[in-house]
């Protein structure tokens, strides 16, 4: 039966209802946000329309598309390369039966790195970015749209509710895939790049590899937001993997893993408009992230985040390469703020505590009981902790160390005796000084002489030797060593 199903879809035939798909339909009133999508009304789309191998049926992928109704339809597309079509209207499916292409992320996590397309998938060649603007319903699965170096890719222009679950591959020096508003200009809802959905998505061979820019001017309204990425697999990108420029928030990632960044790439990027004002590039979340870099000494950062609120990021081991490989920590400039990060281990999932931190003086987010948090303040220029949802306390700074040799010279009953200064820079006379001979007490020390130091003038410590008892006592000479903690 299955047999005989795919020889009518492939010979051109028209079936009703063959497949129960679908088209989105979003209520004309009220607030658009995750409840609404899922209490969305559905449609089917009944027209399906075949492509013959021998191409008798349909000379294009682009004649299939024009032989849809007004209503859109499902175009079906057996294994091969064909010129890919450049007019896509709503309601449009675009559906693989080549069964050799992978469906999900866990079919190439063995793959050390990805290549093109095999010749056994269902290729679709472009000359030139394709630009899909203000539609939605479109949708491609188990398709590979290869852009051939020519500088160019899939562009999602103010298009919402759209599905791709395939692979884009050699966009040269553009990004494979870019979801942007209308000449990046602000507008009303319809210029939103909202609920568009890639279940398994894989890039290869490009400058960048996702980028994500609204508005310039998020504040008027014109965002790329509530987007999902369930399965994504970058690999072999050179500016950048993933790019949050602008007007971009509230994105999901469940599971991403980079391979083979160049050198001076970047992993994620948030905010690359105007690094120094916040920019909407907020609230975007990642449950599951793996970067590797290729050979050699990397310029680049596994996360580069400018002026950004609210990102999370769940980061996973790196798989394999030597430690010069990748940028040890995570580049946070420009008032990046509450960024939350939680370091996880591919192999056995376990997950360590939350490290978040935040500039700019605003006020610490709530901590959470169970979990431990760290942040910077930097109107204090101090590191705080709190542990167990407890109350945020300053970890204490090492300023610097020092150390003086004792006089060895009498000192008298009731006296102090100040030794030689040191100087310790950075040292404030409101800071703490702590010290201690790093050796066996000397005979001559244990008749009650008392060792104290006290920072006495900015970038000075001095240590005093105190006798309290009634006679004379000298001590012998001592290296003393000092820290200056704040």
Known sequence: MKKLLLALILSGTALAQTTPNMKLYIPAQGTLNWDTLMNAEFTKLDAVIGINVDGTAYTSIQAAISALPAAGGVVRIPCGTFAGPTTIPSNTHLVSVCDSVP???????????????????????????????????????????????????????????????????????????????????????????????????????????????GSTNPSAGSYVTLNSFNDVYISHTSTSAIECASGCDTNYFRRVWIQDL???????????????????????????LSINFTGGVTTGYPILLNNSIGNYFGIAQGAGGATTNTPEGIQVLNGAQYLSMRMQSAASRVTSDIFATREGGLAFAVPFAGLDACAGDSNSHTIKCSYNGGTYASLTQTIGTGSVTTAGTAILTGACQAQ????????????????????????????????????????????????????????????VNVRVTR
């Not at 749209?145 to 692979?167: I, K, P, T």
């Not at 809802?189 to 820019?213: C, H, M, Q, R, T």
């Not at 160049?262 to 599951?288: C, E, H, K, P």
């Not at 950075?426 to 066996?440: C, F, L, P, R």
């Open 103 to 213: 469906k999900t992320f866990f079919d190439i996590l063995g793959i050390s790195s990805q290549t093109n397309a095999s010749a056994g998938g269902t290729v679709f060649t472009y000359s030139a970015a394709l630009t899909l603007t203000r539609v939605s319903n479109v949708w491609f699965t188990g398709i590979t749209l290869d852009f051939q170096g020519n500088n160019g890719g899939l562009v999602v222009n103010s298009s919402s509710f759209n599905r791709f679950e395939g692979q884009i591959q050699n966009c040269g020096t553009s990004a494979c895939l870019t979801l942007t508003t209308v000449s990046g200009a602000s507008g009303t809802g319809a210029d939103n790049v909202v609920g568009n959905e890639f279940p398994s998505l894989k890039i290869y061979n490009a400058a960048k590899g996702i980028l994500l820019n």
């Open 262 to 288: 160049g050198l001076a790439g970047n992993g994620i990027v948030m905010n690359t408009t105007n690094v120094a004002i916040d920019q909407d590039a907020n609230f975007n979340r990642f449950d599951f």
């Open 420 to 479: 030689t200064n040191i100087t310790v820079t950075g040292t404030a006379v409101t800071d703490a000084v702590s010290a201690n001979i790093g050796a066996a007490l000397p005979a001559t020390w244990q008749t009650g002489i008392q060792l104290s130091a006290h920072p006495t003038a900015t970038n000075t410590v001095t240590v005093y030797l105190c006798n309290p008892t009634a006679g004379s006592v000298t001590p012998a000479a001592t290296a």
